[in-house]
């Protein structure tokens, strides 16, 4: 028999079971699209893990106080980071563009009968160049309000807004955002610039306001009041823990350029060791080794989830099997009057393979359809940016048609190897 014969004599029996074929073909469809949107949500939670680290800046290393096991001593802490150790790094490490180092709290800041608890960064203006962020209105503070301990802040864009008021957005549904390229711009009711906010009762200027940076996994970059780290240390109880110095908790560097951040990462480590003579002080970590953990998390768990998904598929294919089975056991009148006219076990071999393969490809092609659709919402009403490769489409549609062509050759070949005399006398 002609393949082309074949294919659609397969196709008018399933279409005469429309609905046992479309049940039996459910397995593949929910396994396809479960596959395809695990894959999709996947690749969406990678990029946009790699955009929240690329929101701290470009090549970008972060000195932290401690190893990870020191930091969980609680009654020994481990020796602290000081001020000297971020200036010798920018003086002595050749690949190093830019030091910026910082000392963390959390005060209420008041402005009229507006207030919140914020974090406060104490830093120095070399922040702005390291963690890649301009102002969207005003200045950052520079080094005389750092020589001179000046009683000036930055806001950040959540912050200002909570204090001076915005305008409502002109674009329904968006939030107005602190970028001057921005199509829906904040307006402030007040003019920040000069405006002064009160923290621990000693009035503070604000002589600047952050382009928005958006959350970094739960922590909000425009929820923030920026400082001198001299002022937010002399006059905010910034405590001095060693006697070496300021202690800092976080030293953040920025490398020359991509190919530098090796080097720089173990220059740093030297130069530290060499002044702490110990390795235990602190740890660093890169960009790009944040974005590997991540991504490699983000790997294990797509692919952990997509595995679950395809056990769908094996149901499916089971569910096939099991229909055919049924379907060899209700035309066996029809095997045995197709061998009886002269049809090869060839033949009707070819036949139920075709039917099976059928209901895999039909299956797969829907149930991909359908993850589109899924990663197509997630797309529309979460920050991720879900995508799949065609090749990925293109593999799916073709796993659903190599399990419907497995799970079909068991039933074909009862079916091709029925006795047509034993099948004619069936009343089956």
Known sequence: MHIGESIKMAWQTLNANRLRSFLTMLGIVIGNASVIAMI?????????????????????????????????????????????????????VPSVKAVAPEVRGTERATFNDRFRTTPLIGTTPEYSQVRDVDTYMGRFFDHQDLKRRARVVTLGCDTAKLFFGSLPSPVPGKETECKKDSPNPVQFVINPIGQHIRIRGTAYEVIGI??????????????????PLTTMVSRLGGRNTSPYGIAIQV??????DDRSVSA???????????????????????????????????????????AIAGISLLV?????????????????????????????????????????????TIGGVLGTSLGIGGIV?????????????????????????????FFGVFPARQAARLDPIVALRSNV
Do not use: C
């Open 377 to 405: 919402l997630v797309a529309a009403f979460t920050p991720l940016e879900t995508t799949i490769s065609g090749g990925a489409i293109w593999l799916a549609v073709g796993v659903s048609s190599a399990i419907g062509l």
């Open 316 to 360: 499916g294919g089971i569910g096939i099997m099991n229909i055919m089975l049924v379907s060899v056991a209700e035309r066996t009148q029809e095997i045995g009057l197709r061998k009886a006219i002269g049809a090869s076990q060839r033949d009707i071999l070819t036949q139920f393979l075709i039917e099976a393969v059928i209901l895999g």
């Open 40 to 92: 999709g949500v996947g690749e969406g939670g990678k990029r946009y893990a790699a955009g929240q680290f690329q929101s701290l800046g470009t090549n970008v290393l972060f000195v932290i106080t401690g190893s990870d096991s020191t930091r969980r001593n609680i009654l020994n802490p481990p020796p602290r980071l000081v001020l000297s150790d971020a200036e010798a790094i920018a003086q002595q």
């Open 210 to 227: 952050m382009e928005s940076k958006g959350a970094f996994l739960g922590f909000n970059q425009d929820d923030t009041i920026l400082l």
């Open 264 to 306: 720089a990462k173990f220059q740093v480590e030297n130069l530290l060791k060499l002044r702490h003579q110990t390795d235990d002080t602190f740890t660093i970590r890169t960009q790009k080794d944040a974005i590997e953990i991540v991504g490699n998390v983000t790997t294990a768990l797509t692919a952990m989830l997509a």
């Open 251 to 256: 030293i953040n560097i920025s490398a020359k």
